[in-house]
């Protein structure tokens, strides 16, 4: 049987954060590696989505042009990607010649079909720009919460029908008032296609995860209603249709077709995997957010087109809470795949971890202590240390397995390994990662106890014990391989293994290392080393929403900035720049106070510095440290001195030997003017 795995298209005029890594990617990376190590036929594929408005509107800000910015974030997606181990058969993009012929022939069969109707309907137009407004080329006052709203949802989770919903409209480039306008659409009937829907998902409901099919029933008991499928753009897929040369499909309709198009870019046969008779299972992964497009309307789309099988199991995830709060691109707040770049860690420690924190069964939250807790106390001090004593003993003591001799202790261990494979198996398999995960560890741990039961240094003959915990040794490796790919290859590549299978176990007798394997002559390293903390970042409080207002400041900021280039070469330099540290600490985003008493912070860098994950980058000299901190108090100095009014600024002595004895006046008088005027 064959597997096709998809997992979400991210959209990319923005870097991603650990919450669409564990939102749909890594999860669909475990599952699919476990599926090629149980032996199946596996297709894992994704690709960025790259049409619709936020891009553009990301492209306007940048001076660059759509293309340009999909260029930049698609390679910048696909580098974080390979960094993490993710491995997709094929990571391509819906701007290629492909998807746009794919995506057009669907939409001519659903056309053709009869499931397609056309609206003439009103719509804003600048007729500044000469063009349509369409989702977010408008913004304004939302109707729900007052704050400010684009033409398709509010950050207050107001999703709008129309953007003529909009109070106070106005075009997000030349900020003028829009007209109102008339323009012509073609809508997709939905309400068509309302049974089939229902009786696909009342057939799925033993297979999907509980939340997928109370979301998907929520929207079917609505009821469906026909929607707009094309829009007045110019960047998208062509509808090719006379009389729509100005228009393209709206995005949500063409990114889904996506997987279809990626499929082919994979294996150049789409019928295979996907055709009506294909034999293989479709796995969509995504995140909660996603869940009524792939259980209403992306399978609304194949069954209207009538030429492909519907997808077997739609895997909707929960969010990775970060302080108690969604991890938010726009927001700022959260883990960057980028930091976990820069942390030096090794990918397999952020797997491990992220592993163990999949939002499958609900929010999970993100915590720095349980990370360093769980690496050290897990994947240190359980499994490296097994791999170290075990490997080194057997060195040490043989050149070859021997044929084992059994007694019943052996024999014991060698039923629970049986039964913990065949358990996680099962975990495994029904998408249960987290579970599968534990009983990994569970096998750890018995691996451990039996090399400690049996002591093989006190043993006459150690031979058998060696034999059974080399192979509990090679076991686990494969039990890990989805979640920590990295260590297993390094393993398997040492003790010369070739790739197994779990099917193999099915024979209880199996074992990887048979006699006669030679035990490696080559250094066994410490796979995994003690972490220490990560370096303190700024966790916002839960609860403390910002105005929509200021919100939207923030996420124009983060779309300008062309970080892109700037990291990629950084990513390459191997040591970290201190610099950006130090920034990180002292400079905690709006808290002006901590910077008084730079002293402080600068000892407890210092200190750090002389931990053992930091040795190996070249210390500064104190001095050069002070340095850098002056120069960025400085720097904030600068801003904070234009917030204040002028009055106070003359009063000031600036030009002081002590710039630092100033800075804590200036910080006083202002908040003397403060009290005053209040
Ligand atoms: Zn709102
Ligand atoms: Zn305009």
Known sequence: MKRLITSALPYVNNKPHLGNLVGSVLPADIFSRFSRNQGKKVLFVCGSDEYGTPITVTAKKMGKTPKEVCDIFHDEHRRLYDWFNIGFDVFSRTTSENHHKITQDIFLEIYKNNYTTEKTEEAFYCEKDKMYLPDRYVEGKCPEC?????GDQCDCGYVLKTPLELKEPYCVFCKSKPIVKETKHIYLDYSKLELPLIKWVNSKEKDWNPLTVSIARAWLEKGLKSRSITRDLDWGIKVPLPGYENKVFYVWFDAPIGYISFVNDAVGNITDWWGKKSDAKIFHFLGKDNIPFHTIFWPSTLLASGKYKLPDNIVGLSYLNFGGQKVSKSLGHGIFCEDAVKSRLPADVWRFYLSNILPLAGDTDWSDDDFLQFTNSTLVGNISNLYYRVLTFAQKNLELLPRPTLDAIDKDYLTKRSELISKYEREMDSIKLKEGLK???EFASL??????????????DNTTTIYVSVNLCLDLALLLEPFIPDFS????????VERPYLINYLDINYFIAKPGFPITKGKIPMFFTRMEPLPARVVPKPGKKEAPKKVAKVEVKNEVKPKAKKQQSKAKKKTLAPKSK???????KKKVKKIVKPKKVVKKLVKKKKGPVRQKIKPKPKKVVKKVVKKKVKAKAKKTVKKIPKKTIKKVPLKKKSFLKSLKKLVKKVKMVKKKKK
């Not at 691996?447 to 006459?460: D, I, S, T």
């Not at 290859?489 to 010369?496: S, Y």
Request: no cysteine; hydrophobic share 40%; proline share 5%.
């Open 146 to 150: 007052g704050g400010l709203a684009r």
């Open 439 to 441: 009983t990994a560890i």
């Open 447 to 460: 691996a451990n106890k039996y090399f400690q039961e049996k002591a093989p240094w006190q043993e006459k």
């Open 489 to 496: 290859q390094k393993l398997f590549n040492l003790l010369g």
């Open 582 to 588: 130090i920034k990180k600490k002292v400079m905690p």
